[in-house]
């Protein structure tokens, strides 16, 4: 089959021929490596794997993945069970050139149904407690308090702040009215936190107001929040302020974002304006809870590198401690981050995780200050129903929630 010679030479080619790539290792082989071993060759494939899928080079990719389908799964070992979504996540990416193929093979997937992560996963079960403690510390001589909830969207984090209200700082009195804002562009999200915290109210005797704003989080403005003269107000983002941070990496390549200090601090003007926006409103507390990894990064082979060493330690942290189901439902949700990393470009990546020394620098500027915390973090970790290898340290005004040596997440509070 003849063509005109093109001017410039595609990225990619696709070729009905067979390549002359290593062959996929025979079973015998496979079967005969040490876990250890295993482990090391995934490693490799994978690191490999992903130079090749970011230059573009099809071929050699795909020689890559044939290799590593017979070493990794999602019912093996963590490191396997990782690769396995690594691999999703980086052939997701070679098959986005060509955008008629992948909508094809997308086309009317039912979506998953998101887990309810915090009453198995003790991280999040630890951020809410932190929020709903300080929480009532920080308001208890308030009558009338409002929070805001920028798209966390889980009934059980607001039915804790509730009880909170309830169990201390008001005396004999009766509880504050509350009442709670929560945006999400999810409605049925919304419908079903309603129902749930409007029963919980009647339950605890409280009076309560639910305001649901079915927008997502970049079109909130201030005008839609209706804050009230008198009321005492509160922010809570719990994996959610990152999304802020998604803009065109082509426009941050060419024009050279980035901070002036040489701090590693994109600068981001919806981030900015965001806050400037809030801090506006005179909030009496600003809760932040997001990942600590590194994902704002623009080139894919450094984001796969952080990909890996965090999910590695995310995996290993729920081996041993959880039942199947579970599991399984967790690791499903981390692989719809991973593969967002990964396969994902430009405004269309939402997981742009920052460390939380980033994060001090991005509040800072913006005229917060880091507040404290009340959390006995050893007492916190005896009550995760017997969860073990998890910690909570204190971390420069903010507390990080560990798994064993490797902070997963950044909880901090912030005041103007």
Not at 91 to 115: D, I, M
Not at 124 to 150: K, N
Not at 357 to 384: I, N, T
Not at 390 to 407: F, Q, S, T
Request: with cysteine; net charge negative; charged share 25%.
């Amino acid at each position: 089959m003849s063509s005109t010679s093109p001017s410039k030479k595609p990225d990619v080619n696709l070729s009905l021929t067979l390549t002359t790539s290593p062959a996929r290792p025979p079973c015998h082989v496979v079967e005969a490596l040490k876990p250890e071993e295993r482990g090391i060759r995934l490693i490799q494939l994978l690191l490999t794997c992903a130079n090749h899928t970011s230059s573009g080079n099809l071929h050699h990719a795909d020689a890559c993945l044939r290799q590593i389908s017979p070493l990794a799964s999602v019912s093996g070992d963590p490191l396997q069970r990782l690769a396995a979504r690594l691999a999703h996540a980086l052939a997701t990416r070679l098959v986005k050139r060509w955008p008629g193929l992948y909508k094809a093979l997308n086309h009317s997937q039912p979506s998953k149904p998101e887990v309810a992560v915090d009453r198995a996963f003790p991280c999040l079960g630890f951020a809410y407690a932190i929020i709903a403690r300080t929480l009532a510390h920080a308001m208890s001589e308030e009558r009338v308090i409002h929070i805001v909830d920028l798209g966390s969207g889980d009934p059980n984090l607001w039915a804790s702040v509730m009880q909170s209200f309830v169990g201390m700082g008001h005396g004999p009195s009766r509880p504050p009215h509350l009442r709670i804002t929560c945006v999400n562009s999810n409605k049925i999200i919304l419908e079903k936190m309603g129902t749930r915290l409007v029963k919980e109210a009647v339950g605890l005797d409280m009076a309560f107001q639910f305001n649901p704003l079915n927008v997502p989080l970049r079109e909130l403005t201030a005008d839609m929040l209706k804050v009230r003269s008198g009321e005492a107000l509160g922010f809570v983002s719990i994996l959610c302020l990152h999304v802020l941070l998604a803009e065109d990496d082509r426009v941050e390549a060419n024009f050279g974002f980035g901070g002036s200090e040489g701090n590693g601090v994109k600068d981001c003007k919806q981030m900015g304006e965001f806050l400037g926006m809030v801090k506006s409103m005179s909030p009496k507390v600003f809760f932040l809870v997001e990942q600590e990894a590194d994902h704002n990064l623009n080139r894919l082979e450094d984001r796969f590198v952080e990909g890996l060493h965090y999910y590695s330690a995310m995996f290993d942290s729920l081996e041993g401690n959880y039942g199947c189901e579970e599991r399984v439902g967790m690791e499903e949700m981390f692989g719809r981050e991973i593969e967002d990393i990964v396969a994902c470009e430009g405004l269309e990546r939402e997981e742009r995780h920052e460390r939380y020394g980033k994060w001090m620098v991005r509040f800072g500027g913006a005229g917060f200050k880091p507040e404290r915390l009340w959390c006995d973090g050893k007492q916190m970790v005896e009550e995760a129903n017997g969860k073990d290898g998890y910690k909570i340290v204190n971390e420069k005004a903010g507390l990080m929630i560990c798994w064993h040596e490797r902070p997963l997440y950044a909880v901090s509070a912030w005041i103007c």
